[in-house]
């Protein structure tokens, strides 16, 4: 028997926490709170993040456009536009702002473009085209619970561990700190959906695996720094 949505949404929540992927516990995010990591590590990572991250303002639009729920829309124009100028936060374009982040970190504009993508990052990049392309927008949409839905769990160590350790200036941190408050709304707009729309036995059998899935990609794409 399908369980009311709120309750539903709820467990999502904590099966992210729970589970050996959140990136809360990757290796990553502590080796950074930790100051463990390598330039050359950090600098790999962001080379493959960007792989996904010029995706992001595409992936977004597609999520907008194909949405029909009004008020959802409403708040999905809002992340789109935050994504392109940073205007609802006032800070810059989540492009711009990892662009800040990688070249603190020794990545140059051209060397994040001409990356070669290793097999995690081209296979978030596909996956995340492919669920918005197959599966109805308000399944697609519940992956980001355990995407920018994470976000709140683990910012903050990584502003505070690239600043002590690495030294790393405000504006270099900004990609995080901004994340940091802006997810928490945008992964409550998921939660709000997830609760209005998954409500039903199948449906949130093909949620429960969506976000699991996006779980394991966005873990794999954290541990490319394994490979500088």
């Known amino acids: 028997m399908a369980l009311a949505g709120e309750a539903f949404a709820q467990g999502l929540r904590?099966?992210?926490?729970?589970?050996?992927?959140?990136?809360?516990?990757?290796p990553y995010v502590r080796g950074v709170a930790a100051g463990t990591l390598t330039r050359a590590q950090l600098k790999g990572w962001a080379?493959?993040?960007?792989?996904?991250?010029?995706?992001?303002?595409?992936?977004?639009?597609?999520?907008?456009?194909?949405?029909?729920?009004?008020?959802?829309?409403?708040?999905?124009f809002e992340t789109l536009i935050e994504e392109g100028t940073g205007s609802v936060t006032g800070s810059a374009g989540h492009i711009q702002l990892f662009l800040d982040l990688?070249?603190?970190?020794?990545?140059?504009?051209?060397?994040?473009?001409?990356?070669?993508?290793?097999?995690?990052?081209?296979?978030?990049?596909?996956?995340?085209?492919?669920?918005?392309?197959?599966?109805?927008?308000?399944v697609a949409l519940s992956a980001q619970l355990a995407g920018e839905g994470q976000v709140p769990d683990y910012a903050q160590l990584l502003v505070d561990g690239l600043r002590k350790h690495y030294g790393l200036s405000d504006r270099g941190v900004r990609f995080w700190s901004v994340h940091l408050e802006a997810d928490k709304e945008h992964g409550g707009t998921v939660e709000r959906m997830i609760a209005r729309y998954i409500v039903t036995d199948e449906l949130q059998e093909d949620v429960s695996a969506i976000v699991r899935a996006k779980l394991r990609l966005v873990h794999g794409m954290f541990h490319t720094y394994r490979h500088f």
């Open 47 to 76: 080379l493959q993040d960007y792989v996904y991250r010029r995706h992001v303002p595409q992936l977004a639009a597609t999520r907008f456009t194909k949405c029909t729920d009004p008020k959802i829309r409403e708040e999905l």
């Open 102 to 138: 990688a070249g603190e970190l020794g990545a140059s504009r051209e060397e994040l473009e001409a990356a070669e993508p290793l097999p995690e990052a081209e296979a978030h990049v596909y996956w995340a085209e492919l669920i918005l392309h197959t599966r109805p927008w308000f």
């Open 14 to 26: 904590q099966m992210i926490k729970d589970s050996e992927y959140a990136l809360q516990k990757s």
